[in-house]
């Protein structure tokens, strides 16, 4: 069984629901200040490069299927296409279909995943490590949690742009 992180999880039983809120909230901060730190290596924002992740699985796209495919707004996705063509990751092209809309090519892949590539595969390897140490029965459960964890988030999310 795994060592648990003692600032994580004290010995007394916590206040009904204070110790999983610190968890999760600790856990939500490590998460985006790993991704903001490897977007800056790049010269990003953690927004651009999610968004860009997006449009490199797309091949191309509209802001609107940016938008719909990231749940940000198109407004957001204007300022974050406008920073990613400034910065070279991304050109704007007239839609032939919709004249009244662009398209979005992706450029300079292999620029970003040289750089953001060894920074994931440290992780994964450091993330297969602890995993290592679990049972198939505790990783299917963990993972399941996760899973169910993801699926009340884009929930939540959902009900706030209702």
């Given at each position: ?9 004290s010995e007394a ?36 490069r999610k968004t ?111």
């Amino acid at each position: 069984m795994p060592k648990i992180n003692s600032s994580a999880v004290s010995e007394a039983p916590p206040a009904e629901g204070v110790h999983r809120d610190r968890l999760h909230r600790d856990l939500a901060t490590a998460v985006i200040t790993f991704h903001e730190s490897a977007s800056r290596r790049v010269g990003m924002t953690a927004a651009e490069r999610k968004t860009l992740g997006i449009l490199w699985d797309l091949g191309v796209a509209t802001p609107g299927q940016l938008a719909a495919a990231s749940g940000l707004t198109t407004g957001a996705i204007t300022g974050i296409v406008d920073r990613l063509e400034k910065a070279g990751y991304a050109t704007r092209a007239p839609n032939p279909d919709d004249r009244r809309s662009v398209l979005i090519h992706p450029r300079q892949q292999e620029k970003v995943r040289a750089v953001i590539g060894p920074i994931f595969e440290s992780l994964s390897t450091a993330m297969a490590g602890l995993s290592a140490r679990y049972t198939p029965e505790q990783l299917i459960l963990i993972h399941t949690y996760l899973a169910e964890t993801t699926e009340i988030l884009r929930d939540e999310t959902h009900k706030l742009k209702g």
